[in-house]
């Protein structure tokens, strides 16, 4: 099994900054792609941001320019980094990945969430 946890989720005021960090742990032989996803209330899940596991990275066109997404391998963890945040990023955000736990093994795992607010 595999387990992704968050954190680094809070309230923020508009404008300021966030770290989200989610670090992957268990039966891991190899991690593909690891992206960020969030909801907010009354909403469908959307992507955020999304990096292979060559680094290559994409984005939602409403969080370029402001957002990052990064990761270390050696410690299987990604994060997003949230700069010029506004209260339209208000939503809990979910960690993704893509885990190979064996030879035959590929699937999809999500974090828990972390609850961003963003909010004078």
């Known amino acids: 099994q595999v387990q992704l946890v968050e954190s680094g989720g809070g309230l923020v005021q508009p404008g300021r900054s966030l770290r989200l960090s989610c670090a992957a742990s268990?039966?891991?032989?190899?991690?593909?792609?690891m992206a960020w996803y969030r909801q907010a209330p009354g909403k469908e899940r959307e992507l955020v941001a999304h990096i292979t596991s060559g680094g290559s990275t994409n984005y939602a066109d409403s969080v370029k320019g402001r957002f990052t997404i990064s990761r270390d391998n050696a410690k299987n963890t990604v994060y997003l980094q949230m700069n010029f945040l506004k209260p339209e990023d208000t939503a809990v955000y979910y960690c993704n990945a893509d885990v190979r736990t064996g030879v035959l093994s590929r699937n999809e795992y999500w974090g828990q969430g972390t609850q961003v607010t963003v909010s004078s």
């Open positions: 268990g039966s891991i032989f190899s991690i593909y792609a």
